[in-house]
Every structure is written in structure tokens, then in C-alpha cells.
């Protein structure tokens, strides 16, 4: 999967994405940040500003 502009997707799109990719290819956010060269923090903030939080126990955002 190609996220390499996922900053600049809709975050409630980017949800769907994000959480088949973790389900299905990482372990982790750190995982999926460091594959698809995702700055962490500004991902994080993006999908914060949308009410959707990353859950490590569950990995994935909700």
C-alpha cells in the first residue's frame, strides 16, 4: 500500500488505510511510520484533529 501522501489525505479515509495496513503488514505505529517514511508526529496530530487516537493494545486508530 502507498501512503506516501497520507498527510495530505482526508483523515476519516486515511483511518480505513491506516488500520488495514497495521492489521495486515505492521506490528506497530512505529512499524508503519518507519515503512512508509511517515513523519510520527504529524500523523499523529493529523488524526487527533479528527477525534482518532492510536490504541497500541489494539493497534490501530479509533
Known amino acids: 500500500m502507498?501512503?506516501?501522501?497520507?498527510?495530505?489525505?482526508?483523515?476519516?479515509?486515511?483511518?480505513?488505510?491506516?488500520?488495514?495496513?497495521?492489521?495486515?503488514?505492521?506490528n506497530s505505529l512505529e512499524d508503519l511510520v518507519?515503512?512508509?517514511d511517515i513523519d510520527p508526529q504529524l500523523l499523529s496530530e493529523k488524526m487527533?484533529?479528527?477525534?482518532?487516537v492510536y490504541h497500541p493494545e489494539q493497534n490501530q486508530f479509533r
Open 34 to 36: 518507519k515503512t512508509h
Open 2 to 26: 502507498n501512503l506516501s501522501n497520507a498527510l495530505q489525505m482526508d483523515p476519516n479515509l486515511l483511518l480505513g488505510l491506516l488500520n488495514t495496513e497495521l492489521r495486515n503488514h505492521c
Open 48 to 52: 487527533a484533529v479528527a477525534g482518532y
